[in-house]
């Protein structure tokens, strides 16, 4: 468990400058965006912004979550290591398969809390995925809307713009 906690400062340490590095590039790529297409891009920037507070609820929820985790494999770990120190007590009294019913009780309540995390993980990483292409085609199409024509220097500038700013805020900010 140290380990892992360990790994957290380390990961927290790299992404760290996300913090005020991110809002600043947010800043230079919309002003480069909306010289680029126009307003097409504040509308695909828009969605983007959007989905922040989204994602900001379920990281939320998500870390919640881990600490509930967390607190019960530390309950777990202690009843295992009391039904360990014990062993003959419990063997002698024949209270073994009380025992590990509980302990199978507080493994079932853990298991379950670690699949609605994992759940909250999958639908977070699935916004990030699936905005990219709802960013991409309303910019599009909203700049095709206002009587614009598509031309390949517009639109690969405009998709490098829209990735790097949906994986500097969504991803690491």
């Known amino acids: 468990m140290m380990s892992t906690d360990t790994e957290k400062f380390q990961t927290g340490g790299i992404y760290f400058n996300n913090i005020w590095h991110g809002p600043f590039d947010a800043a230079m790529i919309l002003i480069y965006g909306y010289l680029q297409i126009g307003v097409s891009f504040v509308v695909g920037f828009a969605i983007i912004v959007l989905l922040l507070p989204v994602q900001a609820c379920i990281?939320?929820?998500?870390a919640m979550l881990r600490r509930q985790v967390a607190s019960l494999t530390d309950a777990r770990v202690k009843l295992t290591n009391q039904a360990i120190v014990g062993v003959r007590q419990m063997k002698i009294s024949g209270w073994e398969w009380a025992f590990r019913?509980?302990?199978q009780e507080q493994r079932d309540h853990e298991i379950s809390r670690v699949a609605e995390a994992s759940k909250l993980k999958a639908t977070n990483e699935s916004i990030f995925f699936v905005s990219s292409a709802i960013v991409t085609f309303t910019t599009f199409a909203t700049y095709w809307g206002l009587g614009h024509h598509l031309t390949?220097?517009?639109?690969f500038t405009t998709l490098v713009l829209l990735n790097a700013i949906q994986l500097s805020a969504t991803k690491y900010f």
Not at 59 to 62: N, P
Not at 152 to 155: E, R
């Open 59 to 62: 990281s939320q929820r998500f």
């Open 101 to 103: 019913d509980h302990i």
């Open 152 to 155: 390949p220097d517009k639109v």
